[in-house]
């Protein structure tokens, strides 16, 4: 695993490195092609965060869209809607995330509804292809419409987030 990151106020690769002092200090690991026998090598000059416009305004538009996510569960909750409990059919709710664990053929799947509620659950052979003895393939995509009947049981930290077992999806 690399110690290296990218810095969130101006989108460079930087890492923390140690001096002969013992401090610890971020730098911006550079490369320049040695004069001795033309190696290659690494310094690690102190990181000065100069943040780009480019950087500004996406970091802006990011913080606007979890500003709006977090004001449309603040209004569902405050409507009073929860994320049900229990065996349910026939659900209508739109494919949000659709993500493969790795080294595995397991695909789990976020969905929301239009009340604002979500139910994670992992895709049924239904919906996914085997493609080799190591690799599947899921048939959902982002933005699909679906049904689901499974059962759910709510999240103790979110009222709006439910965790779906053995469910049964078809595409609509």
Known sequence: MSNKFTCRE???TVMWATSKSGKRYLAQPKEWQG????????YLPSHYCNPTDEYRALAAAQRAEAEAR?????AA???????????VRGV??????????EFSTVW????????GWSVWFRAPSSVTRQISYTE?????????????????????????????KRPV????
Request: charged content about 20%.
């Open 10 to 12: 101006c989108g460079v």
């Open 136 to 164: 599947t393939q899921c048939t959902l995509q982002v933005g699909a419409t679906i049904a689901l009947d499974a059962t759910l049981t709510r999240s103790e930290r979110d009222p709006l987030f439910a965790f779906g």
């Open 35 to 42: 004069e001795q026998w033309g190696a290659k090598r690494t």
């Open 108 to 115: 789990n799947v976020t969905a929301t509804s239009e009340e």
């Open 77 to 87: 909750l405050e409507a009073g809607v929860q994320a049900p409990e229990g065996r």
């Open 70 to 74: 977090n004001a449309a569960k603040q």
């Open 169 to 172: 999806v078809n595409v609509l």
């Open 92 to 101: 209508t709710l739109t494919v949000t995330k659709v993500a493969a664990k």
